[in-house]
Every structure is written in C-alpha cells, then in structure tokens.
C-alpha cells in the first residue's frame, strides 16, 4: 500500500535521494540528516527534485510537498492527474534562470515532454541524453540515475535481476534483465526493489513496480522521439 502520511513522504526521500547525496552529485554536502527535522531543511537544497515537489503540491492543493503520495509520485513516476503542460511551465519558470546559458535545451520545446516526476529530471532536463553519441559515460549516467526496477536474486552479495537501459546509437531502449550487485539489506529472494546509483532504496509491490515500468517505458519513447526529431532536423544556417 502507497504510505500516506507527511512523515511517511520524509522517510520515503530520504531513502531515495541519499545514494545521490551520498556520492556528491546534489543536495547538502554534509548530508541529508536522520531526523524530519533534518531531512526536511535539506530537501530545499536538493535544487532538483524540490521545485518539483512545490509545483506538485500547488497543482494538487497538497498542504505539504513531502507529503508521501507525492513523493512517491516523484520518484516512481506515478500519474496524479495534474496538467503536465502547466507543470513544465511552471517547473522550468524555476529551473531555467538557475541554469543559465548551461543548459540552454530548458525552453518551451521540452514541453511536450514534460512531466512532474524524477525521469523526466534525468532523461529530460538533464543534458545526458543529448550526449549519447559522445562515448559510454552518458548512457551510465542515465542508467543509473533513474530509478530502476528489478528482482532479489541473491544476498550474499546481494544482487539484483534488471533491465538495464540500452543505446544503439538511435535510440534509448531497456534490455534483457541482467543481474548485477547492489549496496544494501533487509530484503528476502524474490522481492521486487527499487535502485538508485546500485542502491537498494525500497521494496516495491507489484503494483508500484508496474507503475514505475510503465513510466520509465513512456519516458523512453518520449526521449526517442526528440531524439530522432533532432536526427532529422536539417541543418542551421
């Protein structure tokens, strides 16, 4: 069952957004803390995934952005209804003056595209799929960016069955699961989990886990299909 409760939503980022931290790659350099109190004050300072939780609150007349049911929207992907074509606007009305000259791909383009969950971040805002053709490290990236979904398949080293995300150099694509170690514990064999950066994060239903697929699958073929508009696109000048 989806936790419902504020405190439920704290404890649900935390676990999702500490592999990141802990590797350096957003929020708080010293970390994200261990109570609500401290977890709350440092989710402002992941400049990701916070302005989509504001926007997704305002959009939803939820009282608390790290309310669990959005949170878990977040991260999983799961569709509360809102109007995606707002959310963008309103999401890159904040990310793009951040950016700056950066990431210049953050215009009304991206809107087609848009939605109000963390594949969006990586495979949308974030420039690692327009690097694809430039060598290995962009499709790492992306893969283990996302959240993925995949099978307990042994504890000792605790590994998990996956699929992994695949290129062929036109376009983005989920293989045949694959079985690889992951950093944590406290799952039996056979559980589904979530993975962020090789990190056990959660135990998913079966329900969840379909959710998750399926958003990763429609952001896969909305990346594609920018992805071979821009192949197409004859050239400037």
Known sequence: MTPRSSSAGVDLFARYADAPNALGYCGPPEGIGTTEAEIRASVRRFS?????????????????????????????GRDLGVDREEFGRELLAVLGPRAGAYWTHLTPDLLAEAAPDHGFHVFGVYPWSRLLTAGPQPLFVLDSCRIRWGTVVALDPLTVSSPRLTWDGAALGLGDATDSPVEGDGVALGEVVAVHWDRLVDVLTAEQAEVLAASTRARLAATNARLSAAAGAPPCG
């Open 48 to 76: 990701g995934v916070w302005p989509y939780l504001q926007v997704l609150a305002r959009l939803t007349a939820a009282a608390d952005p790290l309310h669990a049911r959005l949170v878990e929207a977040y991260w999983l």
